[in-house]
């Protein structure tokens, strides 16, 4: 059993190589831990939790759990926040804490940039009492452990019913480290909010992650938002080649879809829930990632909690 183990976070590991940073499938209602620019949009204090687990039932997948914090000073044109996640994958584990600042710019009445920046802490580690094999000179016998700075940057634009957004994650490297070194990756998001009725309002949405080296990811969504307090909605996440030639195995392309709700139960009060499920390898396999978020404070001049659809 331990041999199969050993095997299959090798396994693991590779399957990850091309991804490199934890996945999330409900960014799509808390931004900033992909833009720093993202802190403090929703101009009210913002709490929320989530926790990930991937390939639900294959002993040592992935899982996920991440805490965020941001809300707006100086007259709501300062942005600041906290990002905390631990990602664990076989033997490995990954804890990041970043702390997140934005600059927000009114450029009309309706529309703000944002430039944001978060600098942080990564520490890294390997157990290899996991694998219970000694005497190999390439397989640690206890835990190993790196700490390294970090640093994001991102800008964000958004009027009431449109946003964009681009950013830059893992942009220092240190070369020498003994364990795996993630590439620096790229985010280009967008997305748009029109009402269909009264009732219903419908959000198209993209994401597209890049770095350099493996295929391209891209996300595409689609949700409708149900009297302001339900949304509903999926993506397709799939990968091509568009900056290179590597090589598309079924592993690597990570072709899936993901059903998504988030419900806003209180004024201040939301739950989420998404279930994932891959189309091509590991397809028995599927991923449940669950969301708690909080709001305070909010702006007496506004009808919702936040006035921000995304």
Excluded: C
Aim: no cysteine; hydrophobic share 40%; charged share 20%.
């Amino acid at each position: 059993m331990r041999i199969f183990y050993l095997l299959l976070a090798l396994l693991l590991t590779t399957a990850a190589s091309a991804q490199q940073n934890p996945q999330y499938s409900q960014y799509i209602f808390n931004s900033m831990s992909i833009n720093p620019a993202y802190t403090g949009s929703k101009n009210v204090l913002n709490i929320n939790a989530f926790h990930r687990s991937q390939w639900t039932g294959v002993e040592g997948a992935p899982t996920t759990q991440s805490l965020a914090v941001d809300g707006v000073i100086a007259n709501d044109r300062l942005g600041l926040g906290l990002n905390v996640t631990r990602d664990e994958l076989g033997a490995q584990s990954t804890t990041s804490a970043y702390a997140n600042f934005a600059v927000k710019l009114q450029v009309s009445q309706n529309a703000i940039f944002s430039l944001g920046l978060a600098p942080g802490l990564v520490q890294h580690m390997i157990d290899g009492t996991e694998f219970g094999i000694g005497n190999d000179p390439g397989i640690p016998t206890g835990k190993e452990t790196a700490i390294k700075p970090d640093v994001k940057i991102g800008a964000y634009f958004h009027t009431k019913r449109f946003y964009a957004g681009f950013s830059g994650t893992d942009l220092l490297q240190f070369k020498d480290m003994e364990q795996v070194e993630p590439e620096r990756h790229y985010f280009f998001t967008a997305g748009y909010v029109l009402d269909v009725s009264p009732f219903i309002k419908l959000k198209p949405s993209v994401l597209v992650k890049e770095d350099f080296h493996a295929p391209t990811s891209m996300d595409l969504n689609a949700f409708v938002l149900l009297g302001d307090r339900l949304w509903l909605g999926s993506s397709y996440r799939t990968s091509m080649n568009v900056f290179n030639d590597a090589e598309t195995g079924d592993v690597e392309k990570r072709t899936a879809v993901a059903f998504i709700g988030e419900l806003q139960v209180l004024k201040q009060l939301r739950l989420g829930y998404s279930y994932d499920k891959m189309l091509n390898g590991y397809s028995n396999q599927s991923t449940h990632e669950v969301s708690v978020g909080y709001y305070l404070f909010r702006k007496k001049e506004t009808k919702m909690m936040t006035p921000q659809y995304f």
